[in-house]
């Protein structure tokens, strides 16, 4: 016998499982919707033509593959906080801002999670229902606990406002709110702007602290002012917050693992000692972050030209989503005109939230070879225009 006899076999990843089953498929309609992951046109994984060029300066440098500090590459720290809150903010001139450079956005939110079971402890995290499964994985594994707030409204395919609002407010005060900065995951159902100034007001009355996960800046509108504007706006009024940031998706960085955790605070002493309680944390479990990825976002941001042509490309990828996402949509309209399909158009982002049950879901999957997660999620960023009939054709057949 082994003396590791007694392990269970874990289930798989309720998300990248359906990756794994998507390959696993021989038929040539297959399609997968699962993981968020950018895709071109003809479905194939995309590298910015900025990052290339990034890359072949970085070769020139040929600069060494030493270990970066703990906390991260001092030019991605820069660049990552002025992304963040804007390059002329005085949170920033003031050193009001603790930012270390993490393993993408799941190790900045775990950094973050260790950070509150350790300085924060007893305090409770309120995630929103439903989230990106993922967060109640890290804060459970932190130790931290976690409860629900409501969100999503199944009855109008959008955010449920009020329930929200009667749940951060009904949850003991000086408790963590997390927040998508934008593109809600999996529901791409934002607040809007007068929603978000309520939502930072309630936390301000309730001494709530905040933890945005800014996973899709740029990535949403195209824009990353516009996709920033809640924490800055939360910011501007002073609230102090936790957020985290991931490269993943707006510079198509995904395995590069790339993000930082910052804490906003209204103390520069107080940033100061925070910055080292997230270097000790970080220290214990993987020492310091990896460096080339770190170097693209420092060159990209750096330079100007180069800036802007990131800006395109984001443009670009938020642009062709946008379009197949009205594709679909006009394909359900005319297959389905009985059915309200405007929930499709008014999402955001990379994901839309069809509403389809897990039988329903197991249709789209086994009869149509559409690889989803079973919560009804689709990653439009996985859909092509030539394939969005195909795709509504599945929706509707497995509705019906
Ligand atoms: N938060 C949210 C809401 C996400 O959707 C994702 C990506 N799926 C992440 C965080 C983290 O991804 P990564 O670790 O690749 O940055």
């Given at each position: ?20 089953a998507f ?6 309609d297959k ?30 440098k ?15 720290k ?6 963040l ?5 005085s ?9 270390l ?40 594994d932190?130790?931290v ?14 955010l449920?406002?009020a ?42 009355e ?11 800046q ?20 002073g ?53 080339h ?9 750096g330079?100007e ?8 490309e984001?443009?670009?990828?938020s642009?062709r989503i946008?379009?197949v ?33 897990p ?42």
């Amino acid at each position: 016998g082994s003396f590791m006899e007694g392990t269970e076999q874990a289930p798989p990843d309720p998300i990248l499982g359906v990756s794994d089953a998507f390959k696993a498929s021989t038929s040539p309609d297959k399609l997968n919707l699962g993981v968020g992951a950018y895709r071109t046109e003809e479905l194939q994984p995309y590298v910015l033509e900025v990052v290339k060029k990034a890359e072949a300066i970085m070769m020139e440098k040929a600069e060494n593959k030493e270990y970066l500090p703990i906390d991260g590459l001092p030019a991605f720290k820069k660049c990552t906080a002025e992304l963040l809150l804007g390059a002329d903010s005085s949170i920033i001139a003031e050193n009001k801002i603790a930012t270390l450079q993490s393993l993408s956005g799941t190790g900045s939110l775990r950094i973050g999670a260790a950070y509150i079971n350790a300085w924060l402890p007893g305090k409770t995290v309120y995630l929103s229902n439903p989230t990106w499964g993922n967060h109640k994985n890290i804060f459970a594994d932190a130790g931290v606990e976690w409860k629900m707030y409501r969100y999503f409204d199944p009855e109008t395919v959008g955010l449920d406002f009020a329930g929200m609002m009667e749940d951060i407010k009904g949850a003991p005060d000086g408790s963590i709110i997390v927040l998508h900065g934008c593109a809600h995951n999996p529901t791409g159902v934002d607040p809007t702007k007068e929603q978000w100034e309520e939502i930072a007001s309630l936390c301000q009355e309730k001494g709530h602290l905040p933890f945005f996960d800014v996973a899709y800046q740029g990535f949403a509108s195209g824009s990353l002012e516009e996709d920033a504007f809640a924490p800055r706006m939360f910011a501007e009024k002073g609230l102090e917050f936790l957020c985290s940031q991931s490269y993943s998706k707006n510079l198509g960085l995904y395995g590069e693992r790339v993000g930082a955790i910052n804490a906003v605070v209204n103390d520069a002493a107080v940033a100061t000692r925070v910055a080292s309680q997230m270097k000790r944390q970080a220290r214990a479990m993987y020492s310091n972050p990896p460096v080339h990825g770190a170097r693209i976002v420092s060159e990209v941001v750096g330079d100007e030209d180069m800036f802007n042509e990131w800006k395109a490309e984001m443009e670009m990828m938020s642009g062709r989503i946008k379009s197949v996402r009205g594709k679909l949509y006009d394909y359900l309209c005319e297959k389905m005109p009985e059915k309200d399909w405007s929930f499709v158009t008014r999402q955001i982002g990379m994901f839309s939230f069809t509403g389809l049950t897990p039988a329903q879901v197991e249709n789209m999957t086994n009869k149509w070879e559409v690889y989803m997660t079973k919560d009804g999620r689709i990653s439009l960023a996985g859909l092509s225009a030539a394939k969005a009939e195909y795709l509504a054709d599945a929706i509707v057949d497995s509705i019906k």
